[in-house]
């Protein structure tokens, strides 16, 4: 079985300082891992996938295999990225049908 | 281009009634999901669609019932409503295997309360 793991419910930091939000998964295979962002009113979107390594809006997230991690990361925290964060997690489906295994988000809330 | 549009957005039901929630794409889509969000969990997945005609269980399919007659549309259907099926309703899109990234388009939700 898989399974997405944010172990923060709610993280609250200062504008302009550094962001972190874990993401721990378990799954026997090679896993393709998400982060999905819901700001308020909006629908829930895609901010970055592991395997584009790209930077979205000043965040990132690496892959790490041998800690089953793949945290969010942001250098310097602005107002704008309070939102829900969800970790996502797809495993191998056979059909390529990208179901996504979510972990219970975390909510960011930056201060100014 | 709509996305993935979703009605109704607010819905109350006395337990034992019945209703469909329903969803539809513009984007031309071969694969379609239901997804249910409880307070405070992570969105659960009650069926999917990998397109016209073909449908199959996710996680959580009990109590529910779906089909996927055209491209565009993935109606949920439920029979008998519990008050455990209180929840918000997510419908997504994605293009799937190939022409996919990875990237489901959701739907705004729908919020459901059963009394």
């Known amino acids: 079985a898989q399974r997405v793991t944010q172990p923060e419910k709610l993280l609250s930091v200062f504008k302009g300082a550094p962001v972190e939000l874990k993401c721990n998964y378990s799954y026997s295979g090679s896993p393709e891992l998400f982060w999905y962002v819901q700001y308020s009113r909006q629908r829930l979107q895609l901010l970055l996938r592991h395997i584009s390594r790209e930077s979205i809006k000043g965040f990132t997230a690496d892959l790490n295999k041998g800690e089953t991690s793949f945290h969010l990361k942001k250098p310097f925290a602005q107002e704008e990225d309070s939102a829900m964060y969800y970790c996502a997690l797809s495993g191998d489906s056979g059909a390529g049908s990208y179901q996504l295994t979510f972990g219970k988000g975390t909510k960011l809330s930056v201060i100014p | 281009n709509a996305g993935v549009t979703q009605t109704p957005k607010f819905r109350i039901l006395k337990i034992g009634q019945s209703m469909t929630l329903q969803c539809a794409q513009d984007?031309?889509?071969?694969?379609m999901y239901w997804y249910r969000q409880d307070p405070g969990m992570g969105l659960k997945l009650i069926y999917y669609?990998?397109?016209?005609?073909?449908?199959d269980k996710g996680e959580v399919p009990n109590g529910y019932n779906v089909s996927r007659s055209t491209t565009e549309d993935f109606p949920l259907r439920l029979e008998l409503a519990a008050p455990s099926q209180t929840s918000v309703y997510f419908c997504?899109?994605?293009?799937?295997?190939?022409?996919?990234?990875?990237?489901?388009?959701f739907g705004e939700g729908s919020r459901l309360t059963v009394l």
């Open positions: 669609s990998v397109g016209a005609g073909i449908t």
């Open positions: 997504a899109s994605s293009p799937g295997h190939g022409g996919g990234t990875g990237e489901l388009f």
């Open positions: 984007m031309n889509h071969n694969y």
